[in-house]
């Protein structure tokens, strides 16, 4: 495979909808291309902060101002202060006694359950918080450090030897290792948004452990 | 006169030189066997290790092992017997050879399972269990252990069986789902980890008490508690439903 026809499927390949043949020549490629690993890491950096960016629906008021201004189309300046109250008289507001007092208790039953449920959760999620900090193991640096350098040493042993591999097997290595990266490509991003996430700085140490462990298994196959 | 006779020999001489050429190929495609059996006196830690291929082990109800394994013939498998452990490994090959195993223990065995690729399946266990794989979906199936330990870069994993009282439980994939059937009435302590953001406890959710709720993770108590379910999938669902 060609540079160029690597980094045209890299994008449906990160979404993971290539054939299965298409993502074993895309691994091959990438096993052997330093430019294209470099864009498929900026690809799935851009997927991250992407899923990150807030959904912006519009305004609930927008389309009835558009409407207004459509009607604007054809102004009549003496109209303009009267508008309102001619759009609230052209709704129909035929509500009988017992509708309205139908809708009124509606509208304090709803009002006490968002009280009592807004105060039953709170103290409930500080306590909690409050016991998950206690129990926070944070991330060392010595920790990581270590766990870097054994990466580091173990990566270029395996690197020597995969040559020698049948192509399967180092197919096989390759997308296991991407998925490890990109895992932690994952990882280091939500503890960069939130360094004193927990449960972050534990699947981030979970997953250097699991980067270990693959690489000690495939630092087996010696010839 | 001679030159037909002769063009008869050679044809003949050819055929009887491909077919040997092409039995010899033959041969060197040919499964090996793998057959033992093992009669222990007690219960035994059995661990199996394979490179490429589908690994089953199925409880039964006689008290010996027995292995079967069907594996290319580039692939060579050992077996060895130390005490009560007993140890079955195909070697590590720079040819990347096929062995599938088919394994019958007595349920009480404890079980070790090692492989890089291929999937596996544990039934009917009620020993010790414990699975590491690098890309294999894992099917745990009626497994009644005291511990499972179960870790896969990628494939799902599937467990559906029963907890024991103060036994840890601990399923991790990095790039598949975690699928987990239990028992209505089975208590646990939980710690559910997703990177993924997709963890759905099912009806298990509303009763489970003490615990803390993010999107990637829920810690908390269902029932009475006791054994200890750690399930942690980074690129992928954790599901848990009742039986």
């Known amino acids: 495979m060609i540079c160029t026809r690597c980094q045209e499927l890299l994008s449906d390949y990160i979404d993971g909808a290539l054939e299965l043949g298409e993502q074993v020549s895309i691994e091959r490629h990438l096993a052997d291309c330093e430019p294209c690993r470099a864009m498929r890491d900026d690809l799935l950096q851009i997927v991250h902060f992407s899923h990150q960016l807030p959904l912006q629906a519009p305004a609930s008021s927008l389309w009835p101002r558009i409407q207004s201004d459509i009607t604007e189309l054809r102004p009549r300046l003496w109209d303009r202060p009267f508008r309102f109250w001619a759009r609230i008289r052209s709704l129909n507001f035929n509500l009988s006694v017992p509708q309205m007092i139908a809708g009124a208790a509606t509208l304090v039953i709803v009002v006490s359950i968002g009280v009592i449920v807004s105060r039953r959760e709170t103290p409930a999620v500080n306590s909690d918080n409050a016991t998950r900090l206690s129990q926070v193991t944070p991330l060392s640096n010595t920790d990581l450090q270590q766990l870097e350098k054994q990466i580091s040493t173990l990566s270029n042993s395996v690197e020597q030897r995969k040559e020698s591999w049948d192509p399967e097997l180092r197919i096989a290595f390759e997308r296991n290792l991407f998925y490890v990266d990109q895992t932690l490509v994952e990882c280091r991003h939500q503890l960069n948004d939130n360094p004193a996430d927990d449960v972050s700085q534990e699947l981030m140490l979970n997953a250097y452990r699991e980067k270990v462990r693959l690489l000690e298994g495939f630092d087996k196959f010696k010839q | ?243």
């Open chain 2, 1 to 243: 006169m001679w030159a037909p006779l002769i063009l008869i020999i050679c044809l003949f001489a050819t055929g009887i030189a491909s077919s040997a050429a092409a039995g010899a190929t033959c041969s060197a495609d040919l499964p090996s066997r793998f057959e033992r059996t093992y009669s222990p006196h007690r219960t035994v830690h059995l661990t199996i290790s394979n490179v490429n291929g589908k690994i089953h082990i199925s409880s039964w109800d006689k008290k010996t092992i027995t292995a079967k394994a069907s594996a290319a013939s580039s692939v060579v498998i050992e077996d060895e017997v130390v005490g009560d452990d007993i140890t079955i490994s195909t070697k590590r090959n720079l040819r990347l050879g096929r062995a599938d195993f088919e394994v019958w223990v007595p349920p009480d065995t404890s079980v070790i399972v090692k492989n890089y690729m291929g999937d596996i399946e544990v039934r009917g266990i009620t020993g010790h269990v414990s699975v590491t794989s690098i890309g294999s979906d894992v099917r745990l199936v009626n497994v009644k252990s005291p511990s499972v330990d179960v870790r896969v870069t990628s494939g799902d994993i599937y467990f559906d069986g029963e907890l024991n009282e103060g036994g840890s439980y601990s399923l991790q994939t990095m790039k598949g789902d975690l699928d987990v059937t239990l028992p209505a009435a089975t208590s646990f302590n939980l710690n559910a980890r997703a990177l993924s953001e997709n963890i759905n406890l099912g009806s298990f959710f509303s009763n489970l008490t003490g615990s803390s709720r993010g999107p990637k993770g829920v810690s908390g108590t269902y029932l009475r508690g006791g054994p200890r379910l750690s399930l942690t999938a980074y690129a992928g669902r954790i599901l848990l439903h009742k039986k």
